[in-house]
């Protein structure tokens, strides 16, 4: 469809996209490092892929619910460009390797799912939707999600994207046991009419075009028990061995899988046949192929027949020893792709792909290798920064080096670059003073619990920051002029794990936290709160405030800092009172350096397998006035997966003691009231089985103890006995955060005390109800709720209480590790209760 573009708009919007393309291409600029160094193999797979003119986008709703194997194949076999849409980042999930939930987790996940893709050579792209938890039907999600913005965003990704084919993972009549899941085929088959219509979302079109792709198809699956394959359907055996990459692509997809390391998707690796099955939705029939009857060489266009065959001699005349060589031949080819000027705007989607594969290719066969780092991993607006650029020519190929721009400074150079020599320039300038911050774009604004908050159309459904701070190298070769940019990063040499790189953060001047998330108070004394303040940048001098609504008393002895130091922190204590008729509400913090006021926290993400990565939010805690009643005093705590109960058991005053193996060894474990488990403690620690007799002598003797969820899967086995009576961890769970809760016996002691529990400690909860329910229970357990979803049968399984000797055993499915850190009241005084259980007075 051709529209009336003004040509100001045309080129505004093209360099934009061509910037947000160029981003994930052979310049590594989407992970930590600058630029991946191709050997002459990976060379020949890019040359050949130089010649393919198709592409297929994959769709799904999470991170890990693709198919890497089927993405290995099609990116690398089949040399499409090849793209996963995610619909979301995956912030309602669990966490396998630590404390992170929420926005942290789907940060992690997201830089994941980005680290698979480097892995197994396809795009990522996502929509503005938010993983609010499991679902159980696609009527559920819908009714969170705005369904046409999620609908508009996936169609914005088809225009953009402008795939052959569309293939998605799951299908719309729920076999894939997930509300989430069933939503992203709906939308998929709707959003396949919609591209292609100009009255649907006529706002993109000042963007993109609209776009007809040829056919859909859901990409069935065996997993378990739910075969959805049939003979019938269309095959592809992607078992197959590619031996410039030296590996099967059941291999490729098991190291891409497991870079889902947070949900713990460790793969072993697959080799010899291995066939998809794919059931044709919508389109063009096709009766062998899935790409029949799609002309994916430069065929495609009458235009470009000819750049089809300057690929294929070069690829023809192409030496592994002297890749040089090549830099002639695709010299030629990137000047007939300049030279396309057709009205066919598929034709210039392509040439503008293909421009840069061709530049990549260019610079890699050249030999040339840019970087520039800064002498520190974070720097502030308006302030100065020091940086190195780098460059060297591996072979003999004549680059012209003519000039460096840092930042917004050129510095000319004119020099024609020797082969082995390193050129080094360094360079001091001020970060721009409106340089925004560089932590997630989709999370710089406030979100609802349906949708991120992105206003630049552009910007939507991109996977990761652009950089924020560059490097421009102008370079020659031939006489082809080209301007190659380099985002500024940070590099160290780390004893053991060697040269790290990490991204080049900008940030404000100091950040300030406040010391918890949750402050709980059961009466009107005194709680001290601290303000850790820590320093950017060198002598930061300033005062922090606190703000809380009507009937809290906040007093900051001394208010003042002054820290000399970059990385200087001061921690300022002060104290925060609640009035008889204090509500619940927020206590916000910030601080005031000369007349301007910051008042972000930063939360960091540091692990092996991803990027650094760091959060900026506001600075803020709960603060909680709730009716709480205690029994006992000392709590012990065995850590699983990674939650934050403990701290808010220490937040309502029990002194809680952390038992490692070492303690549960030998520990004399009467002297605490209660012991309470980590989420998934059963599934992470094998030592639990170790230890069981000594638990069950505990609650035999008179102790409680309180297991938090665990689940029975393949990703997470129990692998310990866990109570003193057999009973069964299912996945039954109840999704809706609003559910009825029923009693099934109101005079239960869990209901009574210390803390009378009603339906009202029901209010508030956050996300879901529980998970991982009980079943199949041994008649010495009692059950205490009655609980489930819109359209569902009642289940029982939520907490389960049993006595044993003079001491109790409770199973908790309810998600305290969500709401407990929400600062959500009933659930402090249920959680009280379980560890409140009084003792029996005869032994069973």
């Known amino acids: 469809m051709n529209l009336p573009f003004s040509h100001y708009l045309v080129s505004f919007v093209l360099m934009k996209m061509r910037l947000l393309i160029t981003l994930f291409a052979l310049t590594g600029i989407c992970s930590a490092q600058t630029q991946k160094q191709y050997n002459s193999a990976e060379l020949l797979q890019s040359l050949k892929k130089l010649n393919t003119v198709g592409s297929v986008l994959y769709v799904a709703a999470h991170p890990d619910d693709e198919n890497t194997r089927l993405l290995g194949y099609l990116a690398n076999e089949k040399k499409l460009r090849t793209g996963y849409l995610s619909l979301t980042r995956g912030d309602g999930g669990q966490n396998l390797i630590g404390k992170e939930q929420g926005e942290l987790l789907g940060l ?74 069933t939503a992203s085929a709906i939308l998929a088959q709707e959003a396949f009419d919609a591209a292609a219509d100009p009255a649907k979302f006529p706002e993109q079109l000042k963007y993109v075009q609209v776009w007809k792709t040829k056919r859909l198809f859901w990409n ?155 002498s520190d991993y974070m720097g502030i607006p308006g302030k100065p920064v020091n940086i190195t650029a780098q460059a060297v020519v591996k072979n003999n190929t004549v680059i012209k080096l003519n ?47 349906a949708l991120y908050t992105v206003t630049d159309q552009l910007l939507r459904g991109t996977p990761d920051n652009q950089p924020k701070a560059k490097v421009v190298y102008t370079i020659t070769i031939g006489d082809l002029n080209l301007k190659i940019e380099r985002p500024l ?8 794990k060697g040269e790290i790189y990490r991204p080049f953060e900008v940030l404000p001047p100091a950040t300030v936290s406040v010391s918890e998330k949750v402050f709980v108070f059961s009466d009107t004394k005194a709680k001290d709160v601290y303000l850790l303040v820590k320093a950017n940048t060198a002598n930061v001098s300033g005062t922090v405030q606190l703000n809380a609504p009507a009937g809290w008393v906040i007093t900051i002895k001394d208010p003042q800092f002054n820290l000399a130091n970059k990385g200087d922190e001061i921690s300022i204590p002060a104290q925060v009172i609640p009035s008889p008729n204090a509500q619940k509400g927020q206590l916000k913090a910030s601080i005031k350096i000369g007349e301007e006021l910051f008042s972000k926290s930063i939360q960091r993400i540091e692990y092996d397998h991803i990027p650094y990565q760091f959060i900026l939010s506001d600075a803020k805690a709960e603060l909680v006035p709730l009716d709480l009643k205690k029994t006992g005093t000392n709590i012990a705590y065995i850590p699983g997966a990674g939650d934050d109960v403990e701290a ?108 009378k529990i009603s339906k009202a400690d029901f209010d508030g909860w956050i996300q879901e109800r529980g998970i991982y329910f009980a079943t199949e229970l041994d008649k010495n357990y009692e059950t205490v709720f009655n609980m489930n979803d819109p359209g569902e049968k009642s289940q029982d399984g939520s907490l389960i209480v049993a006595k044993h000797g003079k001491g109790n055993f409770v199973y908790s499915g309810l998600v305290f590790f969500r709401e407990l850190p929400a600062g959500v009241p009933g659930a402090y005084r249920l959680f009280v209760n379980l560890l409140s259980i009084p003792k029996n007075k005869e032994t069973k």
């Open 220 to 374: 069935t699956f065996n997993f378990g028990t739910t075969n959805t394959t049939a003979e019938d359907q269309l095959k592809i055996d992607v078992g197959v061995f590619n031996p410039l990459l030296g590996k099967y692509y059941g291999e490729i997809a098991a190291d891409s899988r497991s870079m889902h390391k947070s949900q713990g998707f460790g793969s072993a690796k697959g080799r010899g046949t291995s066939l998809e099955y794919f059931k044709f939705l919508k389109g063009d029939s096709a009766k062998k192929d899935v790409f029949e009857g799609i002309d994916q060489s430069w065929k495609r266009f009458k235009e470009t027949e000819k750049i089809g065959a300057l690929v294929e001699a070069c690829l023809n005349k192409y030496n592994p020893l002297l890749p040089e060589n090549s830099v002639k031949d695709l010299l030629v080819i990137y000047k007939e792709l300049q030279k396309l000027n057709s009205a066919n705007t598929d034709v210039q989607y392509w040439k503008q792909q293909k421009l840069i594969e061709t530049e990549n290719l260019l610079l890699a066969c050249g030999g040339l290798w840019a970087e520039a780092y800064a």
């Open 489 to 496: 990063t940070y590099k160290y040499t780390d004893p053991v």
């Open 648 to 755: 808010c058991l220490k937040q309502i005053g029990y002194t809680v003691t952390e038992l490692n193996d070492d303690m549960l060894a030998t520990a004399d474990l009467s002297k605490y009231d209660a012991i309470v488990t980590g989420v998934r403690a059963y599934n992470t620690n094998e030592r639990l089985q170790v230890h069981y007799n000594k638990l069950m002598e505990y609650v035999k003797n008179g102790g409680n103890l309180v297991v938090q969820y665990n689940t029975n899967s393949r990703v997470g086995p129990v692998v310990a006995k866990i109570g003193p009576y057999p009973f069964t961890v299912s996945r039954n769970r109840v999704t809706d955060e609003k559910a009825e809760v029923s009693f099934i016996n109101e005079n239960h002691p869990v209901l009574n005390f210390p803390n």
């Open 403 to 449: 000039s460096v721009s840092f930042l917004q400074d050129d510095s000319t150079t004119a020099l024609t670059m020797k082969m082995n020599e390193l050129y080094t320039f360094k360079h001091k300038t001020n970060l721009p003073a409106a340089l925004s911050y560089s932590d997630p774009y989709w999370l710089k604004d406030a979100h609802s619990p």
């Open 108 to 181: 992690i996940r997201t830089n994941e799912l980005l680290a698979a893709r480097r892995t197994d050579g396809a795009e990522q792209f996502f929509t503005r939707a938010n993983d609010f938890g499991f679902s159980k039907n696609p009527e559920e999600t819908f009714g969170i999600w705005n369904k046409d913005s999620v609908l508009a965003d996936v169609v914005w990704a088809i225009r953009k994207f402008k795939p052959d084919v569309i293939i998605c993972r799951f299908p719309t009549t729920g076999e894939g046991g997930h509300g989430h899941h």
